[in-house]
T-cell receptor
Framework: AQKVTQAQTEISVVEKEDVTLDCVYE???????LFWYKQPPSGELVFLIR??????QNEISGRYSWNFQKSTSSFNFTITASQVVDSAVYFC????????????FGEGTQLTVNP | DARVTQTPRHKVTEMGQEVTMRCQPI?????VFWYRQTMMQGLELLAY????????DSGMPKDRFSAEMPDATLATLKIQPSEPRDSAVYFC??????????????FGAGSRLTVL
């Protein structure tokens, strides 16, 4: 079975603080993909990043960065210098290559960035 | 930007009524998913189509839910009869099963259903 755990239900920070959202996954497959999606107050889920299990390079995109560590089965997401517009629910998700494109989502982390 | 279009955005109905939600996937996408989001259960997969063929609907209550793709531009999710526990936001998502963008889903804005 596969599982995604986002232990932080809610995080509240003040603007310009850095914040890290944790994601831990479980799978027995050797080939899989990890994703992060953002759900702003408008409700629509927005794709942020996809990583495959063979690429452990960290990735940076502007203020966003992702740290993938297979040794700890984690795929953490850091927002640097957070802004109010970053306030949203963030979902980590796992896709097994053998699952026919079915994503398993974590429970989500509600991030609130206060001015 | 290409979008997944869902209708209706909001629906309030009474228990026992039939509800139909529609989804227009992105042109060229060959996979379509229906997810349900509730506070208690989070995001749950209800049904999944590839090239219009249903591949997995194990997440759907079979007695009252049905999902179809009459053509490549339309996916429907029907609930008959609806019950209060069906109240949720229903998301449609589409994607590609192959290529560089494989498995990256584009979600619609959701249909918020309230069953009284």
């Amino acid at each position: 079975a596969q599982k995604v755990t986002q232990a932080q239900t809610e995080i509240s920070v003040v603007e310009k603080e850095d914040v890290t959202l944790d994601c831990v996954y479980e799978t027995r497959d050797t080939t899989y993909y990890l994703f992060w999606y953002k759900q702003p107050p408008s409700g629509e889920l927005v794709f942020l990043i996809r990583r495959n299990s063979f690429d452990e390079q960290n990735e940076i995109s502007g203020r966003y960065s992702w740290n993938f560590q297979k040794s700890t089965s984690s795929f953490n997401f850091t927002i640097t210098a957070s802004q109010v517009v970053d306030s949203a629910v963030y979902f980590c998700a796992l896709l097994k290559e053998t699952s026919g494109s079915r994503l398993t989502f974590g429970e989500g982390t509600q991030l609130t960035v206060n001015p | 930007d290409a979008r997944v279009t869902q209708t209706p955005r909001h629906k309030v109905t009474e228990m026992g009524q039939e509800v139909t939600m529609r989804c227009q996937p992105i042109l060229g996408h060959n996979t379509v998913f229906w997810y349900r989001q509730t506070m208690m259960q989070g995001l749950e997969l209800l049904a999944y189509f590839r090239n219009r063929a249903p591949l997995d609907d194990s997440g759907m209550p079979k007695d009252r839910f049905s999902a179809e793709m009459p053509d490549a531009t339309l996916a429907t999710l029907k609930i008959q009869p609806s019950e209060p526990r069906d109240s949720a936001v229903y998301f449609c998502a589409s994607g590609l099963s192959r290529g560089s963008g494989a498995n990256v889903l584009t979600f619609g804005a959701g249909s918020r259903l309230t069953v009284l």
